[in-house]
């Protein structure tokens, strides 16, 4: 359970707000494709899209972050219902069907959004009233991004949400090395990450790790994350 506690002040005096969950989910949902952008950062899209008549699927909410990276939202409406597999499944089911998420974005946003689209950041958000340790523990053992976020009401007209975990996708990186020789199928060598910087000098992998660790710091929402050349 969140440890998180609300007081509202005023009068000399001290009152805690009792949090709670919403009475029905749907009217979070409504509330969160209302505002997404506001909420998440992320361009709502469509509402309870449906995945075909071979798939039989409804996604909650769809949407476009500010990195121009699809983003499947799912609201947890139940503490037994299994929302993370549930998102994973339709995740896998988006990364088979860009063509069509592709003519989503065109038609909701722009042709410029849709040619802009990066597949490689595509993203699933778990909402839910509270998420359980192995909610948490599963999605560390998954190599996909995924953020858990927990929400509370609190009095008429407060909401919180919390990002309980957040898990990045991890790639190999390959940077193209300046002055490489070509290999004899005709394509330039390229060098991963962890080799460019073990032929770093010393006063270069400083500087890389003070600002890793500076973007870091700026907030617990900063991932890190390796991303494809």
Same mark, same amino acid.
């Given at each position: 359970?969140?440890?998180?506690?609300?007081?509202?002040?005023?009068?000399?005096?001290?009152?805690?707000?009792?949090?709670?969950?919403?009475?029905?989910?749907?009217?979070?949902?409504?509330?969160?494709?209302?505002?997404?952008?506001?909420?998440?950062?992320?361009?709502?899209?469509?509402?309870?899209?449906?995945?075909?008549?071979?798939?039989?699927?409804?996604?909650?909410?769809?949407?476009?972050?500010?990195?121009?990276?699809?983003?499947?939202?799912?609201?947890?409406?139940?503490? /037994?219902? *299994?929302? &993370?597999?549930?998102? #994973? +499944?339709?995740? =896998?089911? %988006?990364?088979?069907?860009?063509?069509?998420?592709?003519?989503?974005?065109?038609?909701?946003?722009?042709?410029?959004?849709?040619?802009?689209?990066?597949?490689?950041?595509?993203?699933?958000?778990?909402?839910?009233?509270?998420?359980?340790?192995?909610?948490?523990?599963?999605?560390?053992?998954?190599?996909? /991004?995924? *953020?858990? &976020?927990?929400?509370? #009401? +609190?009095?008429? =007209?407060? %909401?919180?949400?919390?990002?309980?975990?957040?898990?990045?996708?991890?790639?190999?990186?390959?940077?193209?090395?300046?002055?490489?020789?070509?290999?004899?199928?005709?394509?330039?060598?390229?060098?991963?990450?962890?080799?460019?910087?073990?032929?770093?000098?010393?006063?270069?992998?400083?500087?890389?790790?003070?600002?890793?660790?500076?973007?870091?710091? #700026?907030?617990?929402?900063?991932?890190?994350?390796?991303?494809?050349?």
């Amino acid at each position: 359970m969140s440890d998180i506690q609300l007081f509202r002040l005023g009068g000399g005096k001290v009152q805690e707000l009792p949090g709670k969950a919403a009475a029905i989910e749907k009217d979070l949902q409504m509330l969160i494709e209302s505002h997404m952008e506001t909420f998440l950062g992320v361009r709502f899209l469509e509402t309870e899209y449906h995945t075909g008549k071979t798939h039989r699927g409804r996604i909650d909410s769809l949407g476009l972050d500010e990195n121009n990276c699809p983003v499947i939202i799912e609201y947890k409406r139940h503490s /037994n219902e *299994n929302v &993370i597999n549930q998102g #994973l +499944f339709y995740l =896998d089911w %988006l990364l088979d069907h860009k063509a069509e998420f592709q003519l989503l974005v065109m038609e909701k946003i722009s042709k410029t959004a849709a040619k802009a689209i990066d597949w490689s950041g595509t993203r699933l958000i778990c909402i839910a009233a509270d998420f359980n340790k192995y909610d948490e523990h599963a999605v560390q053992q998954i190599n996909r /991004n995924i *953020n858990l &976020i927990r929400y509370k #009401l +609190f009095a008429d =007209d407060l %909401l919180m949400l919390e990002l309980v975990n957040a898990v990045v996708e991890n790639s190999p990186q390959y940077i193209i090395a300046n002055g490489s020789v070509s290999s004899g199928n005709g394509k330039r060598h390229t060098r991963t990450q962890r080799e460019q910087l073990s032929s770093a000098s010393p006063a270069l992998l400083s500087l890389y790790e003070q600002l890793k660790s500076y973007v870091l710091s #700026l907030s617990d929402e900063v991932q890190f994350k390796e991303l494809k050349a």
